[in-house]
C-alpha cells in the first residue's frame, strides 16, 4: 500500500513538473482586438501618421535592398515587432520598455554614439548591480500595471488626454515636415517613432503606451538610425575582422600574408577586406535578433545580459570566419569561385548566428 501511494507521489510530482515546464500558447484573439474600441480610431490615426512620414516610409525598401547590407534585415523588424506582441499577449507588460523610447530621443537629439552608450550603461549598472533600484522598477511596474496580462488592459480614452496627447503629438509630426536633412535620417526615424508611442497614448491610453514601448521601439532596427555608428565604428572594425581572419587562417594552415590592416595575401589570391565586410551590419542584425529573444524568452536579468555580451565578439568570430572562407576558396578555386561564396555567405552567416543565439538562449532557461 505504502509503495503505491508512492507511486501515485511521484505521478503527480511528475505531472506537476510537466504542467510548470509546458509553454504556454498565446491567447492573442484578432477579433476581440478589432471590436476593441480603440481599434479603429487607431487605423485611421496610423493612416495619418503614413501620410505624414511617407517620405520615410518609400524610401525604406531602397534602404533595405541597398548593396551596402547595413539594413537588409529591415523586411522582417515589422514582422518580429507584431510577434513581440503576440508573443507577450499572456504576460504582464515591462515598464523597463520606457528605457528604449528614453535613449531614442537621446540618440535623436545629441547624435551621439557615445552618449547613447553611457546612457545605455547606466540604466543596466543600476539595475543589474544596485537590487534596490531594481526592486523600485519592479513595485513601479506593479502600480503601473496592476493586471496580470497585457490582453487585460482596457483602452482608456477621455477629451483631456486626446487634447493633451494631440497637441504633443505635433512636435515630432511638425519637426518630420520641415525637416531641412534628408528624408531618410535619424532624425525623421526618430520622430517616427515617437509619433506611433503617442498614437497609442492618444487611443488607448498611457498605460497601453508603455506596454508597447519595446515592439514600437523595436521598429527602429528597420529605420535609418544607424548613420553615425556606420560612420564611427566601420574602419575599426575592418581592421579587427581582419585580424580574426588572419588567425584563422594561420590555424588553418593558409600562411596569410598582411599587406595593410584591411588587405591579406592569401597564396595567389588577394583578399581585401572591404567596408561591407567590416562586420557592422552582421553586428547590427545580431543586436536586432538577441533584442528579439531577450524580448520572448522571459529571462532572468543575468541571463538577459550575457545574451547582449556575447554580441560583438560573436560578430567578429563568424565575421571573421567568413572572411576567412573567403580566403580560403579563393586561393584554392580562384576569384570567380570566391566571389560567388563571398555574395551568399553573408546569407549563412546570419542564419548561423539566428542559431546560436537560438541555442544560448536555450541553455540560458528559454522553455518556448
Known amino acids: 500500500m505504502a509503495e503505491k501511494e508512492l507511486s501515485l507521489e511521484m505521478v503527480g510530482a511528475e505531472a506537476t513538473v510537466d504542467k510548470v515546464e509546458k509553454p504556454q500558447a498565446s491567447s492573442f484573439d484578432l477579433q476581440k482586438v478589432m471590436a476593441s474600441p480603440a481599434f479603429w480610431p487607431g487605423v485611421i490615426i496610423a493612416l495619418g501618421i503614413g501620410l505624414v512620414f511617407w517620405p520615410l516610409i518609400q ?76 526592486r523600485a522598477l519592479g513595485a513601479l511596474n506593479d502600480k503601473v500595471f496592476p493586471e496580470a496580462r497585457l490582453q487585460d488592459l482596457k483602452p482608456k480614452f477621455n477629451i483631456g488626454t486626446f487634447l493633451l496627447v494631440g497637441l504633443l503629438m505635433l512636435v515630432p509630426m511638425f519637426a518630420a515636415l520641415v525637416s531641412t536633412a534628408t528624408p531618410i535620417d535619424a532624425f525623421m526615424s526618430a520622430s517616427f517613432v515617437a509619433s506611433a508611442l503617442l498614437a497609442i497614448w492618444l487611443v488607448a491610453g498611457f498605460r497601453w503606451m508603455l506596454a508597447l514601448a519595446w515592439p514600437v521601439t523595436y521598429l ?135 542559431l546560436i543565439l537560438f541555442k544560448f538562449a536555450r541553455l540560458l532557461g528559454w522553455k518556448d
Not at 79 to 100: C, E, H, Q, T
Not at 293 to 320: D, Q, T
Request: aromatic fraction near 12%.
Open 59 to 134: 524610401g525604406l525598401p531602397e534602404l533595405w535592398l541597398s548593396k551596402d547590407g547595413y539594413y537588409s534585415h529591415g523586411f522582417l523588424v515589422p514582422l518580429i515587432a507584431g510577434f513581440i506582441v503576440y508573443k507577450n499577449w499572456d504576460r504582464k507588460p515591462n515598464i523597463s520598455g520606457l528605457m528604449i523610447p528614453a535613449i531614442a530621443g537621446i540618440y535623436a537629439v545629441t547624435r551621439s554614439v557615445e552618449i547613447l552608450g553611457m546612457v545605455a550603461l547606466g540604466f543596466v549598472a543600476l539595475y543589474t548591480l544596485i537590487p534596490p533600484f531594481r
Open 220 to 354: 527602429a532596427f528597420g529605420l535609418p538610425v544607424f548613420g553615425m555608428a556606420i560612420e564611427i565604428y566601420t574602419n575599426p572594425l575592418q581592421a579587427l575582422s581582419t585580424t580574426v581572419a588572419e588567425l584563422i587562417l594561420k590555424v588553418t594552415g593558409f600562411d596569410p600574408y598582411p599587406l595593410n590592416a584591411t588587405e591579406v595575401l592569401v597564396g595567389s589570391f588577394h583578399l581585401n577586406v572591404g567596408v561591407p565586410c567590416s562586420g557592422l551590419r552582421l553586428l547590427f542584425a545580431l543586436t536586432a535578433f538577441t533584442t528579439l529573444f531577450v524580448l520572448i524568452a522571459n529571462l532572468r536579468w543575468w541571463a538577459n545580459l550575457i545574451m547582449m555580451a556575447i554580441i560583438v565578439p560573436l560578430a567578429l568570430v563568424i565575421n571573421g570566419l567568413r572572411i576567412a572562407l573567403i580566403g580560403m576558396v579563393g586561393a584554392l578555386k580562384g576569384d570567380d569561385a570566391a566571389m560567388t561564396f563571398h555574395d551568399w555567405s553573408g546569407y549563412i552567416t546570419l542564419v548561423v548566428c539566428f
